[in-house]
């Protein structure tokens, strides 16, 4: 048998290009540039994640215990709506810098041994398809393969989803099994329409012993007492998502707002700033993403005032914000959309910025976490009848 890492996951450093005392527009600016490198290498390079690193990103959720630095939800999905407005990728691989909230339900012992080395962890997971794991003495044998572990080849440590019931036998929520990156085999094969620098690779663990202090169920009791971590996870975890298409809307918009006074077009076509049914179109796509926005801003304020008065999150509040997450998400698709087709055939070529943002906000749209269910369920929730599994 494998023995399992008696210390802490180890913390590779690398020298980051950019000086210690860059700025957030500056890395912002270089992010901007190298779109198409991250597109092309399919993932977000370790330069750029040390980057975010020092900018705060990845201690956002690490305990206050442990050096986080106690950035309330709606600073730190404004952060990621930022990244994403300058490239989605990048904007979806930093989210995950909200991935503590789920590492909270450790225990506190292990997560000392976590984040012994910095408070700047960077986690990500493969956590489906659930593979069961033999339970053995001290802890579980976990194999298997698991989809969609974004951000894999920039993470510190690595999560997989196991299922710990004994055959035959009911019970045993599914867990997280924690494992050292060096432990897991990436298998490149993020080949995708849109997100394509997001290095969502799938992940191999062969035969590999992990101790039960180092695996959690998602969602789980969290062990640290601090208010972050009584913020409904799973809402939380669709919110980071959702943001996504918040900034690549905003940068549609933008984008058709730098090219509204240009040229005229070689059809002799007036500018698209002389042409009324554009100058309608951008005003009611203005009008819808600051809609969803503020919705989505409005409830996460209402639900992290309720923490901080101490008082319990109501089904009603977390169903709010769940909905409020596929309202964003699907403003900004279809904002995004519609900014595309006013470009006309400009915006075809791959070239054009447009194109790239109208692939990526169609890829947020389909995560599972903010999909037509739900609706559902927060339909569910408002008529007093029960919801799906899971959805609260």
Not at 143 to 163: E, M, R, Y
Not at 180 to 201: A, F, K, M, Y
């Amino acid at each position: 048998m494998l023995a399992h890492h008696a210390e802490a996951p180890s913390i590779a450093t690398t020298a980051a290009s950019a000086a210690p005392n860059e700025t957030f527009d500056q890395l912002l600016a270089d992010i901007r540039l190298r779109h198409a490198e991250f597109s092309t290498l399919r993932h977000v390079p370790r330069d750029v994640i040390d980057r975010l690193k020092r900018q705060g990103v990845y201690r956002a959720a690490t305990p206050a215990c442990f050096g986080g630095s106690g950035m309330s939800p709606a600073q730190f999905l404004a952060l990621v709506e930022r990244i994403s407005q300058a490239d989605g990728s990048t904007g979806w691989v930093a989210s995950f810098g909200s991935a503590s909230i789920y590492l909270a339900a450790l225990p506190k012992a292990t997560q000392a041994i976590m984040y012994a080395d910095s408070p700047d962890l960077v986690f990500a997971g493969g956590l489906f398809p659930i593979q069961p794991a033999a339970q053995v003495d001290g802890g579980f044998l976990v194999n298997g393969t698991w989809k969609f572990a974004s951000g894999c080849k920039g993470a510190d440590v690595l999560g997989v989803g196991i299922g710990t019931a004994t055959p035959g036998q009911p019970g045993g929520k599914p867990r997280t099994a924690v494992l050292p990156r060096e432990q897991v085999e990436i298998i490149d094969n993020w080949d995708v329409v849109g997100l394509c620098g997001t290095g969502s690779h799938d992940l191999r663990v062969d035969a590999r012993f992990v101790a039960e202090e180092w695996t959690f169920v998602r969602g789980g009791e969290p062990m640290i007492d601090e208010p972050l971590f009584r913020y409904p996870t799973i809402a939380y975890a669709a919110q980071v998502l959702a943001v996504v298409n918040l900034g690549i809307a905003r940068a549609a918009i933008e984008e058709i707002n730098s090219m509204a006074g240009g040229r005229v077009a070689i059809t002799g076509a007036p500018k698209l700033a002389d042409r009324s049914y554009v100058r309608i179109e951008v005003a009611k796509a203005e009008a819808r993403l600051r809609a969803a926005r503020g919705f989505f801003y409005d409830i996460t304020g209402e639900v992290w005032n309720t923490v901080l008065a101490g008082d319990p999150v109501t089904p009603a509040q977390v169903a709010t914000l769940r909905l409020a997450a596929v309202d964003a998400a699907r403003a900004g698709d279809s904002v995004t959309r519609h900014m595309y087709g006013l470009a006309g055939t400009t915006a075809i070529y791959t070239s054009h910025p447009l194109q790239r943002y109208l692939r990526d906000a169609a890829v947020v749209r389909q995560h599972a976490f903010l999909g037509e269910g739900i609706y559902d369920g927060a339909g569910a929730v408002a008529l007093g009848v029960p919801p799906m599994p899971g959805f609260l």
